[in-house]
């Protein structure tokens, strides 16, 4: 796809991978709208990145629509959604409380239906569109204390197959990316710098670099992985 220009829209873009992707759409002449719950942040980086910001949930129907009815109000159209939004939980089994379970899928799981429907009916309507869901290497195999978090990515690869065979139809290109650990604020941790782990800018230039792809064709699904994080 050309990114000049093109109207796009990332979930969870006030920190960590999504304002990277945020910045870097950015910097390739693409007309960005972030979203996220917390306005102070959310303001911090609209600012700082020279973005447009909505304040929203996206585990919210109403502000699901709001969100995507605003960029194409503003713009006359929708050309990427980035679904990044998404929080972990980390607990075995046994310990873990339904309502935890239900706040991670509100976000991860319930949150992406909502943006990428609203999304999907924009682009049915265009005949054109790019999807991005991060997912995480988390949904690709379990791991013990993981039922929350890895359920919840497996339940969007699963959206995901669902949405790239039926939007494809319309010209839509629908992607997954499952990043390994990447060193963000994810989880209310703050982890040291480590100059071999994977920082956010890695993921976004992944996914700048699978866009660009001509839209004939499409990297339905790819994982970055950290080359020595030992
Ligand atoms: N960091 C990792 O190691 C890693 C690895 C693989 C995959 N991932 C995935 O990458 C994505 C981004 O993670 P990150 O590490 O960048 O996390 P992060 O630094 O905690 O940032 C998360 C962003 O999402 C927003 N957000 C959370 N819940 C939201 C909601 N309900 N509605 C709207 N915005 C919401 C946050 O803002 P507010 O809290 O203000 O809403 C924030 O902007 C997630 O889907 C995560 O699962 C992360």
């Not at 039922?147 to 790239?164: D, I």
Request: glycine share 12%.
């Amino acid at each position: 796809m050309e990114l000049r220009d093109a109207v796009a829209l990332v979930t969870g873009g006030s920190a960590g991978i999504g304002r990277a992707i945020a910045e870097a759409l950015k910097a390739e002449g693409a007309r960005v709208t972030i979203t996220g719950r917390d306005r102070g942040r959310l303001e911090g980086a609209s600012g700082a990145l020279g973005v447009a910001a909505i304040q929203a949930d996206v585990g919210r129907e109403e502000d699901a629509r709001r969100t995507v009815a605003d960029v194409v109000a503003r713009h006359g159209r929708l050309d990427l959604l980035v679904n990044n939004a998404g929080i972990g939980h980390f607990a075995p089994l046994v310990e873990t409380e339904l309502a935890r379970l239900e706040e991670v899928y509100r976000t991860n799981v319930y949150g992406a239906f909502l943006m990428g429907r609203e999304a999907a009916r924009q682009f049915v309507k265009q005949r054109s569109g790019h999807l991005v869901n991060i997912s995480s290497t988390a949904g690709t195999k379990g791991f013990q204390g993981g039922t929350v978090y890895a359920s919840s990515k497996f339940a969007l690869r699963g959206m995901t197959e669902c949405w790239r065979e039926e939007l494809r139809r319309s010209n839509v290109r629908v992607m997954l990316v499952n990043p390994s650990e990447v060193l963000t604020g994810f989880g209310g941790k703050s982890p040291p710098d480590h100059p071999r782990k994977l920082r956010p800018k890695e993921i976004a230039d992944a996914i700048v670099g699978a866009l660009k792809v001509d839209d004939r064709g499409f990297l339905p699904e790819f994982s970055v992985f950290a080359t020595n994080p030992f």
